[in-house]
């Protein structure tokens, strides 16, 4: 893939989008439009219990694909197939194909359709993870934010642009996975097998949170995710603390050291092959345009918590983090006058692209080593990689534009997200620019949790955006698309 051309710096003004404006309009309405259908729509998928965690559902996910997927393709005029996963049978996807001419470019829209467990006893009186229930601007139910409400938004604009302008003057290929919420186990086997039907020349994925509610967002990869243990066993039981009380290693004691070891109790990293080298100037000019997130009744942002001199933003979206999850050692609900025989921690690392992460668990017990920590065990888990595409790359100027235009006010620009999400299948594999562009509200909407919503007005908001993005792609698809004979998505 070409370098990205730095051609203009975010702080820049951003300029007009011209062509056939009122055709535009006419689309973004038609799209604003399809919100009841779209309602509608949602309705139907939330009450399909899609859980993929805990081995899945293949005929759950199967028939979410083929009777609610595959209907709305066949409208728009995609031609569509099943996508066995090889790795895990009740883990399908659905890949959907829109050729206009095998010569346009072509972009790859991605979201999925399973959800994490639904917790019914936990949701408040009156709701349902699986019936969607309205309440204000909120519409409730297990998938409305995460993520069967954001790719129905992408469809139905795809169709409002289609129905005005009569063509895109692009290909479309839809790839709808069914084990996100599982790691999205057998993704990268599925498009390996696939990458004929899914070459394109760039990827627009909706997943994820705003950066607030109000904030229509881009992000362009996500931070990478490498767990790890801590495992600390000295013998086969424990002892009494009062004989054996300096006499013998403590395992919890000798685990908290070892976790200091990596992390101190500020949250700064201790150890130097966990930290970034540097945060690279074009990462760094977007996370400072970043608003800091609006008070959405989350936790209060801890500002001396974490790397000194960085920003609550910066230490989220352009920085490494360590985190301790789980701690096991003893039995805290009934502690007795023992040295525990074991102790366990699990942490988590939170990458960002140009982290080392090979051999980290010889890395971790080296620095084990150097500070005279003994006994300790270190397994590393496989990481999933980081990914960002240059922000001064042409497609994201596009797309800063795009929406600008469509709403009046300029996007927040995450470098990378937070969190972690498939985007090395898609970046590292295929080769593509990726571009995400969220509709759903930030944390705050319990996308993982009981009474899980999302808002309506995000959702009229995206219905708007997508429709500019979809139509501008054909409209100035220089802009957009890489070109040239060897690209990617060409059709032979």
């Not at 009934?334 to 960002?352: G, M, S, T």
Request: hydrophobic share 40%; aromatic share 6%.
């Amino acid at each position: 893939m070409p370098s990205p051309d730095p051609a203009r710096e975010n702080s820049d003004p951003l300029p007009s989008v011209t062509g056939s404006e009122a055709s535009r309009e006419r689309a973004i309405e038609a799209s604003a439009d399809t919100y009841d259908a779209l309602v509608n729509l949602l309705r139907a998928r939330v009450a399909r219990r899609t859980e993929s965690q805990g081995g899945g559902h293949r005929d759950r996910a199967m028939a979410y694909l083929t009777e609610e997927i595959a209907p709305q393709l066949e409208e728009l005029g995609f031609s569509w197939r099943i996508a066995q996963n090889p790795v895990s049978a009740n883990h399908p996807a659905i890949i959907g194909r829109r050729v206009e001419d095998p010569q346009l470019p072509t972009v790859l829209v991605y979201g999925h359709g399973d959800v994490q467990f639904g917790h019914a006893d936990d949701w408040s009186e009156g709701r349902s993870p699986w019936h969607l229930s309205i309440e204000g601007d909120a519409l409730y139910g297990r998938g409305s934010a995460d993520n069967k409400g954001q790719h129905t938004v992408d469809l139905c604009a795809l169709g409002a642009v289609i129905g005005v302008r009569g063509k895109l003057a692009y290909n479309v290929t839809v790839l709808i996975e069914m084990g996100e919420e599982a790691g999205s186990v057998g993704l990268s086997e599925i498009v390996r097998e696939h990458a004929g039907d899914l070459a394109a020349d760039l990827f627009i994925g909706s997943d994820g949170p705003r950066l607030d509610a109000q904030a229509p967002t881009l992000f362009l990869g996500s931070r990478g995710a490498l767990g790890f243990e801590l495992v600390v066993e000295e013998r086969s039981g424990d002892l009494h603390s009062g004989n054996w009380g300096g006499r013998v290693r403590n395992p919890a004691t000798v685990l908290a050291a070892a976790i200091g070891a990596f992390v101190d109790g500020d949250g700064v990293i201790r150890a130097d092959f966990l930290r970034p080298s540097r945060i690279p100037d074009p990462v760094r000019r977007a996370v400072q345009a970043l608003p800091e997130p609006a008070d959405d009744g989350g936790p209060a942002v801890d500002r001396d918590w974490g790397e000194p001199g960085l920003s609550p933003n910066e230490r989220v979206f352009a920085w490494n983090t360590v985190e301790v999850l789980a701690l096991e050692a003893g039995d805290p609900a009934e502690p007795k006058n023992a040295i525990p025989a074991r102790a366990r921690a699990v942490l988590q690392l939170r990458y960002v692209v140009g982290t080392d992460v090979s051999d980290f668990a010889a890395k971790a017990e080296r620095v084990l080593r150097e500070r005279g920590i003994r006994g300790v065990t270190v397994r590393a888990h496989e990481p999933v990689p980081a990914t960002r595409l240059d922000p001064a790359a042409p497609v994201v100027r596009a797309a800063e534009v795009s929406i600008a235009e469509t709403v009046g006010r300029e996007p927040a620009v995450e470098p990378n997200l937070g969190g972690t999400i498939p985007n090395a299948v898609f970046a590292d594999q295929l080769g593509l620019p990726t571009v995400w562009i969220p509709h759903s509200p930030p944390p705050g909407s319990n996308q993982h949790a009981p009474d899980e919503h999302a808002l309506a007005s995000v959702l009229r908001e995206g219905l708007r955006i997508m429709a500019g993005v979809f139509w501008d792609m054909g409209e100035r698809p220089e802009q957009w698309f890489r070109t040239g004979p060897d690209r990617p998505g060409i059709r032979g």
